[in-house]
């Protein structure tokens, strides 16, 4: 069936360096990735999506890169900051059965100040 | 502006007790509806998904169940809850064109004792 694998499933890092999760999807016909941050005890929120007609998206310290070929895709995140301590989840929508969206295991980032 | 509402926010039930989780979606019409349920500090299972109003289908076999009775209202229920059934329950919504953002209810933190 669809699967969306996701590494690390922890990071942690110092305050001000980057950090990079990856994700990889198994449905060729997939076209919408979006990442979610989930703060402790709230509801996952888009942070930043990409669709299959794009290799690469950018909004301020967040990137999201796009390799369709090897169904590949990474968040980076520089000059990390406390705040963006939380849960990431990585998805791809899923065109096999319906258009539903199949999300990946999550990232639980810490970042040390 | 869309918006997605579920009730209630927190609940503690004993085994065996029944369950009904209430989502509301306002501000758009014949939205895909989805329930997801987290284990403490783990990833976004899909429970069930549902395309118009009396469609569900389930994507994992448990004790739950859930019910479109109107085209932006989802319930999921349960007639005996069992311990493995506590954990932090999600509905969700996305537009029914394909590649669309999911947008998360405020969820429901479910204890069974």
């Known amino acids: 069936g669809e699967n969306v694998e996701q590494h690390p499933s922890t990071l942690s890092v110092q305050e001000g360096d980057s950090a990079v999760i990856k994700c990889t999807y198994s449905?060729?016909?997939?076209?919408?990735f979006p990442w979610y941050k989930q703060e402790l005890g709230k509801r996952p929120q888009l942070i930043i999506d990409i669709r299959s007609n794009v290799g690469e998206k950018k909004d301020q310290r967040i990137a999201v890169t796009l390799n369709k070929t090897a169904k590949h895709f990474s968040l980076h995140i520089t000059e990390t900051q406390p705040e963006d301590s939380a849960v990431y989840f990585c998805a791809a929508n899923s065109k096999t059965s319906y258009d539903k969206v199949i999300f990946g295991p999550g990232t639980s980032l810490s970042v040390i100040p | 502006s869309q918006t997605i509402h579920q009730w209630p926010a927190t609940l503690v039930q004993p085994v065996g007790s029944p369950l009904s989780l209430e989502c509301t979606v306002e501000?758009?019409?014949?939205?895909?509806l989805y329930w997801y349920r987290q284990a403490a500090g783990r990833g976004l299972q899909l429970l069930f998904y549902s395309v118009g109003i009396g469609q569900i289908s389930s994507e994992v076999p448990q004790n739950l169940s859930a019910s479109r009775p109107q085209d932006r209202q989802f319930i999921l229920s349960s007639k005996k809850l069992l311990l493995s059934d506590s954990g932090f329950y999600l509905c969700?919504?996305?537009?029914?064109?394909?590649?669309?953002?999911?947008?998360f209810g405020e969820g429901s933190w479910l204890t069974v004792v």
């Open positions: 449905d060729s016909a997939s076209n919408y």
């Open positions: 969700a919504w996305t537009r029914t064109s394909s590649g669309n953002t999911i947008y």
């Open positions: 501000g758009t019409s014949n939205p895909n």
